[in-house]
């Protein structure tokens, strides 16, 4: 569910052939499709200039109430539309992951707590973790008690899920070749929230999403790479010992 500009036909086509419902993207007239522009070094950090264009116009659209969405995510988008979707999530009972990135510095300590309060679960990087502790005045463990489950990324690290009083450290998956960590992030959500509407365990989920990083990093560009369900799964077994399905 999103906003987008009149310059959106190349990217609706796309999404398109690739067979991702597009009932919930919205065209805001005489505005463009929100840009980022990142660079980075050759230690992989990374600097990003964005102009929001029609993402700031995220408000204007409900979350749908009507039974449909079993799970959602609220990441990065008009600050009012966070706000305003993280609050729909929540009065109509669909569980979510609260996922602030590149938008966390828009929030306060107070907006912050209410997010938190509201959501199902949080992911931060292991920078916005520290972010949120330094808004909040909290220890990443007092605020996984907020949430049903608080996932901190690590990069070349892994990842660690605060679950349950627990810190289950999920470790990398293998990797071919590095060529571009640029959206190797949004990859590892989607293995999380692909792993939560299946019902699997955390431990299986964290891998999931470790798998869909490794596969992003090894190629050029945000979403220019593809994987079949059996890629998937054989790259999970070679990483983890067996198999997700």
Known sequence: M????????AYLERLGTLGIDRTHLREVADSYTAQAFITTDLDDNQITAFHPGAMS????????????????????????????HAAQFAERGIPFIFDPGQGLPMFDAAELHAFLDQATYAVLNDYEAQLVVEKTGRTIETLARQVGALIVTRGGQGSDIHVGGRVLHIPVARTRRLVDPTGCGDAYRAGLLYGLASGMDWETTGRLGAVMGALKIESSGAQNHTASRDEIADRFSESFGFRPW
């Open 2 to 9: 999103a906003t987008v500009g009149s310059d959106a036909a």
């Open 57 to 84: 116009f995220s408000h204007l659209y409900e979350v749908p109430g009507d039974g449909s969405i079993r799970l959602g995510i609220v990441a990065p988008d008009g600050r009012d539309g966070m706000l305003a």
